[in-house]
T-cell receptor, first 117, second 112 residues
Framework: DAGVIQSPRHEVTEMGQEVTLRCKPISGHNSLFWYRQTMMRGLELLIYFNNNVPIDDSGMPEDRFSAKMPNASFSTLKIQPSEPRDSAVYFC???????????????FGPGTRLTVT | TQLLEQSPQFLSIQEGENLTVYCNSSSVFSSLQWYRQEPGEGPVLLVTVVTGGEVKKLKRLTFQFGDARKDSSLHITAAQPGDTGLYLCAGEMGAGTYKYIFGTGTRLKVLA
């Protein structure tokens, strides 16, 4: 079975440009997470969706960042306008239906390496 | 504020040696997970521990959750080059929640 699919794998753009990152979660998973990883700050949760609905976006750095999940098989993370400090690896992760108190098992995609010059 | 501190930050050892990686916090976690991440890939879940004092073994890897559920350790016996990677711990902020806080990471290199 295919895992979490992210595109593009690498993105280089100039400051001020719009960037859109894409994610296809594992089929049947109902939770989706967007993370950002940098050397300085490690892996940070940006936003979490459950059943396509954004539950918590408190990790989104600022209004330049937005995320959508129009259906169960697709999500986007958009940065507009982009800045050099947004350079990082962005990961999407999905999780199967959560029941009871069982901890979430997150399955990560390969990531998108974003470089803003 | 980084809630989860991992030590050591970097570790380079010879094949066959044993090692322990620590994950410490002043916060109590409902559960704790360990991941391994290889270059150019996303983290891969190794184990989840839930109960204070719990010990889980995965082949040559032994994971322990502290009694107070504030810390955890990962012990690798007879390390192999295939164990090379970035090891991350992640603590669940509340029972049944989605929110995991990731640790600072330990970068392990096992030399053949």
């Amino acid at each position: 079975d295919a895992g979490v699919i992210q595109s593009p794998r690498h993105e280089v753009t100039e400051m001020g440009q719009e960037v859109t990152l894409r994610c296809k979660p594992i089929s049947g998973h109902n939770s989706l997470f967007w993370y950002r990883q940098t050397m300085m700050r490690g892996l940070e949760l940006l936003i979490y969706f459950n059943n396509n609905v954004p539950i918590d976006d408190s990790g989104m750095p600022e209004d330049r960042f937005s995320a959508k999940m129009p259906n169960a098989s697709f999500s986007t993370l958009k940065i507009q306008p982009s800045e050099p400090r947004d350079s990082a690896v962005y990961f999407c992760a999905s999780s199967p239906r959560h029941t009871g108190r069982n901890p979430y098992e997150q399955y990560f995609g390969p990531g998108t390496r974003l470089t803003v010059t | 504020t980084q809630l989860l501190e991992q030590s050591p930050q970097f570790l380079s050892i010879q094949e066959g040696e044993n090692l322990t990686v620590y994950c410490n916090s002043s916060s109590v976690f409902s559960s704790l997970q360990w991941y391994r991440q290889e270059p150019g890939e996303g983290p891969v879940l190794l184990v989840t521990v839930v109960t204070g004092g719990e010990v889980k073994k995965l082949k040559r890897l032994t994971f322990q959750f502290g009694d107070a559920r504030k810390d955890s350790s990962l012990h690798i016996t007879a390390a192999q080059p295939g164990d090379t990677g970035l090891y991350l711990c992640a603590g669940e902020m509340g029972a049944g929640t989605y929110k995991y806080i990731f640790g600072t990471g330990t970068r392990l290199k096992v030399l053949a």
